[in-house]
């Protein structure tokens, strides 16, 4: 989806925005998948009622947003060699994470994880703008057989990801430098007003949509 409007308050990588949709009384919260002057590209999967509506809708519908929600990551700790991990629809925000990077002359190691060969999206995107890349799927139909943590390079620096809870884990787990997960949450207020997407962390309950969605790997506590 493309959409042409005021897009100032977007700041960094790994922000999201709000949608309110007709008939709908929580607004949908999508991942910013990249920013190029007053226009937006959202990348999103139809999961449900709201997704639905929006894969519906004609060229030229008006839409309200809340922009630039969510804090974003932080690029300072990136080092030389970053490493962006997306498993599915968590691929979108490591668009704009990589063009940011890209420009401040590191280089971008790119791992994209996905069931099947069927699902991939973004991999010619991600090589054009000059990433190493890495495909997995879990039933190696193309690239890497596997998982994710199956793929990842033998050096990187720094890491940066966004996928479901599973990967989460799991790169928790396998990578050997810290890092930053962006997550994923049912979302009310998206800007931190009714506390409904408040998650634990070491220093207290944080709030996915104002807080995060993205935390350092040293603040997560995961939940038995």
Not at 71 to 84: I, K, M, V
Not at 86 to 92: I, M, R, S, Y
Not at 126 to 138: P, Q, W
Request: glycine share 12%; net charge neutral.
């Amino acid at each position: 989806m493309l959409l042409r409007g005021d897009t100032s308050a977007v700041k960094n990588a790994g922000e999201f925005v709000n949608i309110q949709l007709d008939g709908f009384y929580l607004r949908r919260p999508i991942s910013v998948c990249d920013v190029e002057g007053d226009v937006l590209t959202l990348i999103y999967k139809v999961v449900g009622k709201g997704t639905a509506a929006m894969s519906a809708m004609p060229e030229g519908t008006q839409l309200r947003l809340l922009t630039g929600l969510g804090n974003g990551y932080d690029l300072t700790p990136a080092g030389d060699e970053p490493l962006l991990v997306g498993g599915g629809v968590g691929v979108p925000p490591m668009y704009l994470l990589a063009k940011r990077l890209l420009a401040q002359g590191r280089t971008v190691h790119v791992v994209l994880g996905f069931n099947t060969a069927d699902e991939v999206f973004y991999e010619d995107e991600f090589r054009a703008l000059g990433c190493d890349v890495t495909v997995a799927t879990v039933d190696g139909s193309r690239g890497v057989k596997g998982f994710v943590t199956d793929a990842l390079p033998s050096h990187y620096t720094y890491f940066y990801t966004c996928g479901p809870m599973p990967m989460f884990r799991a790169l928790y787990k396998a990578t050997v430098t810290s890092g930053q997960f962006s997550f994923e949450e049912r979302m009310g207020c998206g800007f931190g007003a009714c506390m409904g997407c408040s998650c634990k962390t070491i220093t207290g309950y944080k709030r996915i949509c104002k807080d995060g969605p993205v935390l350092r790997k040293e603040e997560i506590l995961w939940a038995d």
